[in-house]
Each structure stands twice: as structure tokens, then as C-alpha cells.
């Protein structure tokens, strides 16, 4: 493997709770109504350092999807998926973004999110939008 570069990001962003690599601007959130199994999760119309795993149908609450999970560049760290396809029409505005789960992100802050006694615990991706 190459060597890998890491993009800083300027302003409010997220950024890996494990090794603090940053992944996204609080200006790209598209939704924060996004559930996951550990909790809440914010649909981002553009990540930075991540790298894709392999492609996967996935059922989610709202229908089939062809998604890739996304791993941190710095620790290898799961912290979300990817939308390829979505393949209801009322989800295609999703297919291109991408989905960072709260639990694995550290905020603007530095502050962490802790998983609920109410964290839904089925399929991912509900939203309210």
C-alpha cells in the first residue's frame, strides 16, 4: 500500500473519536434524522480520509440499498457506510453520501456521543426527512 494523505479540514467538523483524523465539515450534514444500531447518525453530502470497503445489498428501514462501509485513514476504524444505490426513487437523493454513526465521531466540540439504553438495535438508516 501507498502512502496515505490526510486531508485537514478548516471550521466545525467531525472527526474519528479513536485517533482524531478529521472526516467531515458540519456545513456538509444533509440530515442528522439518521439512526443507526448504535444510535444517532448524520447523512454528509461529502468525507473526507476514509476508505470504502466492498459493496453489499443492505435491507435498511427504508429499503433495499447497494452501500460500502467506510473505514477512518488514520486507524482503520469502521465509523459508517456509503451509499451507492438506493433502489427506491424516494431514496436516491441518498446514493453518493454518506453516513457517519455518532457513536464513532467525535463532534465539533470534541465531545462524544454515548450509546442510549434506547438505541435501536435493528437495521440502520431511518430518517424522518
Known amino acids: 500500500m501507498g502512502r496515505v494523505f490526510v486531508t485537514h479540514l478548516e471550521g466545525k467538523f467531525y472527526s474519528c473519536k479513536h485517533c482524531r483524523t478529521h472526516l467531515a465539515l458540519c456545513q456538509d450534514i444533509v440530515s442528522k434524522s439518521f439512526h443507526c444500531r448504535h444510535g444517532k447518525a448524520y447523512l454528509f453530502s461529502k468525507v473526507v480520509n476514509v476508505s470504502l470497503g466492498e459493496n453489499e445489498e443492505r435491507q435498511m428501514m427504508t429499503g433495499w440499498h447497494t452501500v ?5 485513514v488514520g486507524c482503520g476504524s469502521i465509523v459508517g457506510w456509503k451509499y451507492e444505490t438506493a433502489h427506491e426513487k424516494t431514496q436516491k437523493y ?12 467525535s463532534g465539533p466540540d470534541g465531545s462524544n456521543y454515548w450509546v442510549s439504553h434506547e438505541a435501536h438495535v435493528g437495521g440502520s438508516d431511518v430518517d424522518d426527512a
Request: a positive charge; hydrophobic letters at 35%.
Open 68 to 72: 460500502a462501509d467506510i473505514f477512518c
Open 94 to 105: 441518498k446514493e453518493g453520501k454518506s453516513v457517519l454513526e455518532r457513536y464513532k465521531v
